[in-house]
C-alpha cells in the first residue's frame, strides 16, 4: 500500500532534510515562455544557447560563471569601493582574503579568470614548450597554445568514462606525466597546469594524496606546478568527504593545505568567490611576480585594479570568506547532487559521480543514434530549451574545437550537455522542474536527427557557432 501522506524531499531519500544556510532577501521574477517563442528564438540563435537572449530563458543553467547571488554583506562592500587609481583600499582587502584562505605571497587582480591565464601563460611558457595538465579547458589550453605552448592531456583514464564511479577523477596519472618528461626532457615542461574539480571531465575533484605524489614527482624534475583554483573550494569539499584522513578538517583548512603544494594559482572569481565578475593570479615566486606586474600593466590594468573597479575587489575579498565556510560549501553541493539523484533514480544517463558545480547528462548514451559529428550535446541543449526554456551548455564536439595542425574537429571522448548550477540563486523546486524536463526529452530522445554546423569562428567556435537541424 502507499504512504497515504506526502514525503519530504529527505524523506524521499531515505535522510532527514538539509536546508540552504540563507534566506532570500530580494526576487528577481522570472520569464515563461511559450513553446511557439521558443521554438523562434532557438532557430533565430543558430541552435546555439550561447546566442539566446536572457530574456527567452527560464530557468539559466548555461554556467555558474558570474551568475551567483551576492550576499547582503556583499552588497554592503559594494558601496566601500574606493575608486581610487592606485592603492584602492578594497586591493588590500583582496590581497589578505587571499593570502589568508589560499596562502599564495603575490597577488594581482585581473578582469576575469582568462586575464589571469594570458599573464602567466605568457610568462611562464617558451615557445614549444609542453603544459601537461590534468583534462584541457577550453580559455586555458587556448592561451596555452597562443604563448606557443602544446598542452598534453595527463589525466587518469577514468576520467574519460562517464561510467566510472572513481572517487577522484580528476587525478593526474604520474605515469603518463613521467612518460612525457623521460621522452621530452624535464627543461621542456613549462609547468603542471593542475585544475581543481575538473570542468570538462564533469566536475570531478583531484586527491590530496595524488597531490602530494605529484608534488614529489615534480620537485625530483625541478617542474613547477600552477592551479586553476577556480573551483577549488569545491574540490576541498570533497577531499573533506571521500579521502580517509581529512573528514576532521574545515573546507578552508583543506583548500590552504592543497594550494600550499603549488607554486602558483589562476582564479576566475566569478565561480567559487561568488562575484559576478572578476579575477586574480597569484604566485610564491618573487622573479615570476614582478614579470606579472609589469605584464598585468600591459593587459589588464595597474597592479592594485587589474581591470575591476574598487567595489568589485571589496565584493570578492568578503566572497572568499563566505565561500569557504563549511555549510556554505555542504548546501550548494547538495544542491547539485540532488538533481542529480533524481536523474539517476529515473535511469537518465549522467556522468557519475555527480561533480561539484553541475549536472553533465552524456548525450552519447542518450542520443545513440546520432554520430558525433552531429553534434549530440548541441542538440541536447536545443531539446531541452524547446522543451521548458532551461537552458544548457555543450560540452563535447563543438567545444573541443578543431586540431591546428590537421584542422579536423577534436573528437573528444566526452560528449556533454551541462546543467550548471548557480551558487544560492535557484530552489529546490527549481531542480524538480529540470528533473522533469530532462526526463521529457529523454522520453522523446528516439525523434532526435542532430545537427550540422553552418557558421564557425576561428577562436572558441562553440561560442558563437551557427547550426541547422537535420531532417534524416
Ligand atoms: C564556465 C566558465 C570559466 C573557466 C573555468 C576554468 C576551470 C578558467 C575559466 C575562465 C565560462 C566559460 C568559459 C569558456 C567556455 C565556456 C564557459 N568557465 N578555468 O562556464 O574563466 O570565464 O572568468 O575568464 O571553468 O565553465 P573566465
Known sequence: MTD?????????????????????????????TSRGERERAIAEAGYNTFLLKSED??????????????????????????????????FYNLEDAVRMHYGYKHVLPTHQGRGAEHLISRAAIKQGQYIPGNMYFTTTRLHQELAGGVFVDVIVDEAHDPASRHPFKGDVDLNKLEALVKREGAERIAYVSLAGTVNMAGGQPVSMANLRALRALCDRHGIKIYLDATRMVENAFFIQEREPGWADWSVAAILKEFCNCTDGAWM?????????????????????????RNLVVVYEGLHTYGGLAGRDMEAMAIGIAESVRDD??????????????????????????????????????????????????????????LDSGIRSMERGIASAGRDPKTGDHYYPKLELTRLTIPRRVYTQAHMDV???????????????????????????????????????
Not at 58 to 78: E, K, V
Not at 272 to 288: K, P, Q, Y
Open 57 to 90: 530563458v527560464y530557468i539559466d543553467l548555461l554556467t555558474d560563471s558570474g551568475t551567483s547571488a551576492m550576499s547582503d554583506r556583499q552588497w554592503a562592500g559594494m558601496m566601500l569601493g574606493d575608486e581610487a587609481y592606485a592603492g584602492s583600499r578594497n
Open 434 to 472: 529540470v528533473a522533469e524536463s530532462v526526463k521529457a526529452v529523454h522520453d522523446a530522445r528516439e525523434q532526435a536527427r542532430g545537427l550540422e554546423i553552418v557558421y564557425e569562428p576561428k577562436y572558441l567556435r562553440f561560442f558563437q557557432a551557427r547550426f541547422r537541424r537535420l531532417q534524416d
Open 328 to 385: 556554505h560549501i555542504r548546501a550548494r553541493i547538495g544542491q547539485v547532487r540532488y538533481l542529480g539523484e533524481l536523474l539517476t533514480d529515473w535511469n537518465i544517463p549522467i556522468v557519475q559521480p555527480v561533480g561539484g558545480h553541475a549536472i553533465f547528462l552524456d548525450a552519447r548514451r542518450f542520443y545513440p543514434q546520432l554520430a558525433q559529428v552531429k553534434f549530440p550535446a548541441q542538440t541536447l541543449a536545443a531539446e531541452l530549451y
Open 4 to 32: 497515504p501522506y506526502p514525503l519530504t524531499m529527505g524523506q524521499q531519500f531515505g535522510r532527514r532534510s538539509w536546508a540552504e544556510p540563507w534566506k532570500i532577501k530580494m526576487v528577481e521574477p522570472l520569464r515563461m
Open 268 to 292: 576566475s572569481a566569478k565561480k567559487d568567490n561568488l562575484v559576478n565578475i572578476g579575477g586574480w593570479l597569484a604566485v610564491n615566486d618573487d622573479e615570476l611576480f614582478e614579470e606579472l
